[in-house]
């Protein structure tokens, strides 16, 4: 959901508990009256996962105009006269047109943009001559509650509620599993890729590192109660993959140095590697912060907590690098001497 977006308003997304507040026994009352008013063969589809929505196929094709106003005396009876009605015919004729006219308004030349204007026409009086057996009805229960709570808390200051979506139970839990998958299997590729490029010693700091990250970003959402939705997926395994970036980069130079025949205790290689990557990690990580702060700061509610997540997690990133994958390195390198000390015993 979200504020009309102008020269002087901000459009925001607006999560509710509910996805529907029609009770299933209303959604099955509702369907009765639809079958009675519409006769035999009248067929009344209504998801668990569909929100307040109802599928209706009627027994004959009506016009478009004609079935609308029908369905919205039969909601408008039971007490429900918003609702928003489409036709299967005309949800293909709007996205058809919808394209065409997208990609004629993309064009400089004044008449292709007049060709546009008769797209839309043409679109409209063949939406109008439409005759279907199949609706979609959607109450707008949820949107007329929101709408009532914003004009009261912020009058004229709230313009609309600009569109609604429903997720079900069902639907989010998949989706949160679905987005746990790809992290995972985000990790594992970067673990292979870990395992192929360094040895063991490097390894456990990576995924120590790795972790750390990810739980401390899982952790600022609780505390923040910031909703598990795609983008927070897309941010996170952006995050993800910056601070394995970081890491890597001080890796190579440890590895570089080691190379090298630097001589000396293998915290000393480390330092001087971190000195000398010192420069180049503080100043893209401090580049890259104002770009999603300025994202964060300006881009607007919608991105707000992509943007937020972001932030944390390049900090995280250029921290542990440093100061978790580094020193991690010293203990694996320190683990792998005993043991081969004692092999040798």
């Known amino acids: 959901m979200g504020a009309a977006a102008g020269a002087d308003t901000q459009k925001l997304q607006i999560f509710t508990e509910l996805p529907s507040l029609l009770t299933p026994i209303k959604k099955l009352e509702l369907a009765k009256q639809i079958e009675q008013h519409f006769g035999a ?15 209706v196929s009627l027994p004959r094709e009506w016009p478009i105009l004609d079935g609308k106003k029908e369905l919205q005396a039969v909601f408008g009876k039971a007490g429900h006269p918003n609702i928003a009605i489409e036709s299967d015919k005309e ?69 609309q509620v600009l569109s609604t979506a429903s997720v079900s139970p069902a639907v989010g839990k998949e989706l949160f599993q679905n987005a746990l998958l790809a992290m995972i299997y985000a990790i594992i590729g970067i673990l292979i ?7 063991a010693r490097y390894a456990p700091g990576a995924i120590v590192c790795l972790l750390h990250d990810v739980i401390v970003v899982f952790g600022v959402m609780s505390v923040l109660d910031i909703k598990f939705t795609l983008p927070i997926v897309a941010a996170i395994l952006t995050v993800i993959g910056y601070d394995i970036n970081d890491t890597i980069v001080v890796y190579d130079r440890i590895r ?15 330092n001087l590697s971190l000195n000398e990557v010192l420069s180049r990690t503080v100043m893209t990580g401090i580049s890259t912060l104002m770009t999603v702060g300025a994202i964060w700061l300006l881009g607007g509610g919608t991105i707000e907590d992509f943007a937020f997540l972001l932030f944390i997690g390049i900090l995280l990133g250029t921290y542990s690098s440093i100061f978790v994958a580094s020193p991690l390195v010293v203990y694996t390198d320190k683990l792998f001497r005993r043991r081969a000390a004692a092999a040798r015993a």
């Open 256 to 270: 570089e140095n080691q190379q090298k025949g630097k001589t000396g205790d293998v915290t000393k290689i480390i």
């Open 193 to 199: 890729y870990i395992a192929l490029r360094f040895d």
């Open 41 to 55: 063969g009248t067929m009344v589809e209504t998801p668990n996962d569909a929100g307040d929505k109802f599928y």
């Open 91 to 159: 949800d293909r004729i709007q996205s058809d047109y919808l394209r065409e006219k997208d990609l004629l308004m993309s064009a400089r030349d004044d008449e292709v943009k007049a060709e546009a204007m008769k797209v839309e026409k043409d679109a409209r009086a063949k939406i109008d001559a439409i005759v279907d057996t199949r609706f979609t009805v959607e109450v707008q229960a949820i949107k007329d509650q929101v709408t009532t709570a914003l004009t009261e808390k912020f009058g004229d200051g709230f313009v």
